[in-house]
């Protein structure tokens, strides 16, 4: 049958990055405790296109994924991009996958045990050289240091998210990121809690007033203090309870 994919297009423009998004896949992954986990990531996949060629055979990204078929670290996304530049002829190719990452918490006072889920990733890309970043989001407390100062009784608090992504040297798990996210904020949270625990954190965070830019802070200098890590990125967004907009920052490795 006729390729029409390698017809000359009408508008011959170059395009940066074509190719698949939001794929579910399963996957298996490094787990600090276990070894590995089992998950389903949201995978996109993409190489560039010349001009000279209308459009890219999208069943191929599926055939190199199912050609790896789900083991996913540092050591199988490199070889993956590999074979996305041959399979396609072209000069660049990078994946992303963002996945559930699952990980027991034991709540601090009763003990009690669950299953905490944070939003993991992978970005990956080759060209001239291969670049390889991952992250978490970890959701955290944060109580409000000026509501704490000026209020007689009590101070606001709620949820909040940072993100970490890094480029590292060296190895690092998930649990590592996870623990510096937390450390960083006004308590964890758990997703149980009995009412001994509840107690602990809410006096924890009221002793630990934290803003964003205090928890953005906090993360980045201990990123920057690991001689692994070679660069990252760091975001903190309050889901603020009292107001309505939430409260933000960001710092970037300056190195």
Known sequence: ???????????????????????????????????????????????????????????????????????????????????????????????????????????????SESIAVYTAFFDATLKDDFDFRFGVTVPVNLLCPCSKEISDKGAHNQRAYIKLEVKTEGFVWFEELIQIAEDAASSPVYPLLKRVDEKFITERAYNTPRFVEDAARRVAKTLSEDKRITSFLVEAESMESIHNHNAYALIKSRC
Request: hydrophobic share 40%; net charge neutral; aromatic share 12%.
């Open 1 to 111: 049958m006729r390729d029409v994919q390698n017809d000359a297009p009408k508008d011959a423009i170059p395009i940066d990055e074509v190719g698949i998004k939001s794929l579910r896949y399963p996957m298996r992954v490094l787990d600090r405790t276990r070894g590995y986990q089992y998950t389903v990531a949201t995978v996109s996949m993409f190489v560039n296109l010349p001009k000279h060629y209308r459009g890219t055979h999208m069943s191929r990204f599926v055939e190199i994924l199912n050609e790896f078929r789900g083991k996913m670290s540092f050591e199988e996304v490199y070889p993956m991009l590999e074979k996305m530049q041959e399979e396609f002829d072209a000069q660049s190719a990078g994946v992303r996958m963002e996945f559930p990452y699952f990980v027991r918490k034991v709540s601090p006072v009763a003990g």
